[in-house]
């Protein structure tokens, strides 16, 4: 394999995976403060579809961005009414908006554009169009360094630097702010952030409302910058690989980066059969490949490498004591 | 005390539950511009009009009644089992392996082996997650979904490297052999005089279902076992300490509701298609969630919820046929009623409970003359 084949590898590896980080990020936010959310995935699909269709609406990709997140907060707020107000299971409430999502964006396509499920395809403003960062096209005869800056660091769309830059601005928020120590402590211990005059109610809702941007963005840039155009169910999984990228990073925002990085190179490899039968010397299967991230997330589950020990509270709806 | 009375609890919140997520779902043929009482008159008529349409409304409802009890038997020791997809899945390459590798002389024999290789590929992909949360700790629910996609990628691989007959390029088996044919509907009714639709995939598979609601009514009220599972469901800590062994009630339930699962491949696999398809469950397994919530996880409750969803299904497809609105709008459906008989349960329940207190002390009598207990 070349360098040039690398370069080609680990660039469908950055777009592929940060569909995944957004989601995973958004999980993170959710999950930490106690509520788990099996429905990144319906999310992601509503915001995916919303975001298309108003963007072949109205010509701006950015409006559609804003209503895709739209979309999306729409439904983790449904999320917090069913598993924070009404303290139903967190787990059924995420099933039942997946499946919301699933129907709803092929019906409501179906009524908008009559084209079987979905949206026109995207052209022009109504895309994410890829940026070329500063000096690209100076650099890219430079040996080396100049592939890996013009080829994988340049020519990605806006949200894959907002995805990454998320990363840190994550960490900064959970770990290094007064909000974040609240909204970690409500995952673990509820009654004790209650006790100190904080409102548990007020801080789910919160990290709600985050996770509900988080995958407004990742569901927008499936339709809007990966692909041009809404397809249905083109959200394929990808929640629950975000999922399973979350526990593999045992909730952690780094680890976050780095366990969808891998599961989006999972993805980049199944697409380049020819590159694994050059590593490996054999022919490996595709399904295998698919399944991976599934297999890998079982094992780090069941703990036998390392040991993933989710948000104490998660799960529970909080009653406060009379 | 409970607050409500039984019939209450068992009928008027399911029911509210589900004239909801009508209103939901009617608003939502509204908004996409169709008529809703016009739609469900054509799902009327499409799926219960005719044996061809009840042909068909109970064959999905078998389905439907396999994954029902599946999730229904896990729910009573509180245990969420969301893979009923993939266990279903692995049910149906076990009754593939059965019907193609073994000669059968007849039917039935081939019925009895495809029911015990279903439940036994079910069961084992139940199993496992089984296993890793009663001895390893992981979360049941998150160990079921990543093997609902394992199953998928085993079952892809296998069909398209293995089982797949060669210079076929459709990734399936080949058609079981015509000694496996289960008997429809229409031949077993036949020496009762009644003349049922032969184009219907109806077939026997639903006795095999009606008895498989008993057998679990039976384990969960009458026996042993269905004593442990629901007191572990009640209180682990009870449990314990009456001496039920977690891992044991963990194992065995997931056992229970993964062989259920399995089975249904006996209808759609071996009853329907003859030959094991790519995706074969199609959704089925998550119905399954939704059946079990609105019948309360009894089998009874499974029963008339699989048969209402077996409507819903068949009267969808005739919709997607006839009108402009798509097949999706049972996904919709399915997701209200999940909704509002699962997640939302505390939102229908919460203003009854108060309506049925409010009742209960204008009727009683006044403190002064005769102390009552103070309601829990």
């Keep these: 394999m070349d360098f040039l084949t690398l370069i080609q590898l680990l660039d469908s590896t950055v777009r592929l995976a940060t569909p995944l980080l957004l989601a995973c990020l958004a999980g993170l936010f959710s999950e930490r403060a106690g509520i788990f959310d099996i429905g990144l995935e319906g999310k992601m699909l509503a915001a995916a579809f919303f975001s298309a269709a108003i963007a072949s609406v109205t010509g701006s990709v950015w409006l559609g961005l804003l209503a895709g997140i739209a979309a999306s907060m729409l439904l983790s707020g449904l999320h917090g009414v069913a598993s924070i107000t009404f303290r139903g299971n967190q787990l059924i409430s995420g099933v039942a908006i997946n499946f919301l999502a699933a129907g709803l964006t092929v019906l409501i396509a179906q009524s908008w554009f009559q084209q079987g499920g979905r949206t026109p395809s995207l052209m022009g403003g109504g895309r994410f169009t890829p940026i070329t960062l500063p000096f690209a096209d100076a650099v890219a005869d430079v040996p080396f360094i100049g592939p890996i800056y013009a080829e994988l660091i340049s020519g990605h769309s806006i949200l894959v630097y907002m995805a990454f830059a998320a990363v840190p601005l994550t960490w900064f928020i959970l770990f290094r702010t007064r909000f974040g120590l609240r909204l970690r402590a409500v995952g673990e211990n509820p009654a004790a952030v209650d006790t100190a005059g904080v409102s548990v109610v007020g801080l789910r809702y919160a990290a709600i409302a985050i996770c509900g941007v988080l995958c407004g963005i990742a569901g927008a840039y499936l339709s809007t910058a990966l692909q041009a155009g809404f397809v249905k169910d083109m959200s394929a999984g990808r929640g629950y690989i975000a999922l399973a990228a979350l526990i593999f990073a045992k909730w952690r925002p780094w680890y976050a980066l780095y366990a969808t990085l891998l599961f989006g190179l999972f993805g980049a490899l199944e697409t380049r059969p020819d590159v694994i039968t050059a590593l490996t010397g054999m022919r490996v299967q595709g399904q295998l490949l698919g399944a991976l991230p599934y297999i890998m997330t079982v094992i780090i589950l069941a703990g036998f490498v390392g040991r993933a020990t989710p948000p104490r509270a998660g799960g529970d709806p909080y009653v406060k004591e009379r | ?376």
């Design chain 2, 1 to 376: 005390m409970d607050v409500m009375p039984k019939w209450a609890e068992v009928i008027l919140v399911p029911l509210i539950s589900l004239i909801l997520a009508a209103i939901i779902s009617a608003l939502v043929i509204l908004a996409i511009g169709e008529d809703p009482i016009a739609a469900v008159k054509l799902m009327v008529s499409g799926a219960l009009g005719s044996t061809y349409g009840w042909g068909y409304t109970l064959y999905y409802a078998t389905n439907f009644m396999f994954t029902g009890l599946a999730v229904a038997v896990a729910f009573h020791a509180r245990l969420f089992n969301i893979g009923g997809e993939g266990q279903a899945a692995l049910g149906g390459l076990g009754v593939a392996l059965a019907c193609l590798y073994i000669p059968w002389p007849h039917w039935s024999l081939a019925l009895l082996g495809a029911i015990a290789m279903a439940a036994l590929f079910g069961a084992f992909w139940a199993a496992i997650p089984a296993y890793l949360q009663a001895r390893r700790g992981s979360h049941i629910v998150i160990t079921t979904i990543m093997f609902n996609f394992i199953a998928a990628s085993l079952l892809n691989y296998i069909l398209v490297n293995v089982l797949r007959p060669t210079g076929s390029m459709d990734p399936a088996t080949a058609r079981f052999p015509e000694a496996t044919q289960l008997p429809t509907l229409h031949e077993v009714l036949a020496p009762f005089g009644i003349s049922f639709s032969k184009a219907a995939p109806a077939n026997i598979t639903l006795l095999v279902a009606v008895l498989a609601c008993v057998l679990v009514w039976v384990l969960i009220w009458r026996t042993r076992l269905g004593y442990e599972l629901r007191a572990y469901g009640h209180s682990q800590s009870a449990a314990k300490y009456a001496g039920i062994s977690p891992f044991k009630i963990t194992m065995v339930t997931m056992i229970i509701s993964g062989g259920l699962a399995g089975l249904m491949a006996i209808n759609n696999v071996m009853g329907e298609a003859e030959r094991l398809v790519l995706n074969a469950v199609e959704g089925a397994g998550f119905i399954g969630i939704a059946v079990a919530l609105m019948g309360r996880s009894h089998p009874f409750g499974v029963f008339i919820a699989a048969i209402l969803f077996g409507f819903l299904y068949q009267g969808g497809a005739e919709l997607a046929l006839w009108t402009s609105i798509p097949r999706e709008l049972i996904v919709v459906i399915q997701a209200l009623v999940i909704l509002f008989t699962g997640a939302l349960d505390n939102m229908v329940r919460m203003p009854l409970e108060r309506m049925f207190l409010a009742v209960r002390r204008a009727r009683a009598p006044k403190p002064e003359r005769k102390p009552i207990e103070p309601a829990e």
